[in-house]
């Protein structure tokens, strides 16, 4: 399985990303997950996407696509095929990824758009929580951890995300309907995109999966 999650801030990218690495084995390959990492091992890169995450701002495209380009080589990724969450958010890392597909010789199989009104992401940003340790994604309200505070899946400490400020959270929206939104009508031209409208996760996740024949 090859797959591209596209979509808002906060519409549940990593939160169905998640259910499907969980039930269909592919691998969750998420950009931002991976900057944040690189931040807490205090690396150049984590250094150089801080003050652009901070600001709720795209990352270049050049360190990205190259970041991204080495992850998807490893053998793992090759075996078990992915689901990308927050690439690609250009129309350049689009191409990137298109380019990465002939050399391997491979093919994307859909692109899955989920969709939200701005109003909701905000609602969904600002309660959501998010473990230091594993990244396992929860809310205030429609999804809180058994004991606050503490992750069900590792017992590590929940945090709020940096980037989940409202101005921020106001800021990314914009970015995403200025530059990401492209991204969705170019793979609109390759017959690609399954439109969905990113209600309850487990709907959602119902919906998903008929659009992808599982
Ligand atoms: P990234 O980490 O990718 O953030 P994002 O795309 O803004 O997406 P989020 O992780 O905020 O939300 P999500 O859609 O995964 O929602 P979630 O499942 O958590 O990127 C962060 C930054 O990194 C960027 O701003 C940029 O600076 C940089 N970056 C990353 N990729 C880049 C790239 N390709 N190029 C350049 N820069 C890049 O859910 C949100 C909340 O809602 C949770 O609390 C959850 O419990 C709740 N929820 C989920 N689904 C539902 C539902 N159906 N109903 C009710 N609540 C729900």
Same mark, same amino acid.
Do not use: H, L, M, S
């Given at each position: 399985m090859r797959i591209v999650l596209v979509g808002?801030?906060?519409?549940g990218k990593g939160t169905q990303a998640a259910l499907l690495q969980q039930r269909h084995g592919a691998l969750h390959i998420s950009s931002g997950d991976i900057f944040r990492a690189e931040l807490k091992a205090e690396t150049e890169l984590g250094r150089l996407a801080k003050s652009y995450m901070e600001r709720g701002e795209l990352v270049p495209d050049d360190v990205t696509i190259r970041m991204m380009a080495t992850r998807l080589d490893s053998p793992e990724v090759r075996e078990k095929g992915f689901l990308l969450d @927050?690439?690609?958010?250009?129309v350049a890392q689009a191409e990137a990824l298109d380019e990465w597909f002939r050399q391997n010789g491979v093919r994307l199989d859909a692109v899955i758009a989920l969709e939200v009104e701005d109003e909701e992401v905000v609602r969904r940003l600002s309660g959501r929580l998010t473990c230091r340790q594993c990244g396992a994604i929860y809310h205030r309200e429609n999804h809180p951890p058994?004991?606050? @505070?503490?992750?069900?899946?590792?017992g590590g400490e929940l945090i709020v995300r940096k980037d989940d400020q409202e101005e921020t959270i106001r800021e990314r929206l914009r970015v995403y309907h200025e530059t990401t939104k492209p991204v969705v009508d170019y793979y609109e031209r390759q017959g690609l995109v399954r439109r969905i409208e990113a209600r309850e996760v487990e709907s959602t996740y119902a919906k998903i999966k008929a659009a992808l024949g599982l």
């Open positions: 808002p801030p906060g519409v @927050g690439f690609p958010r250009t058994k004991v606050e @505070g503490v992750c069900d899946a590792c």
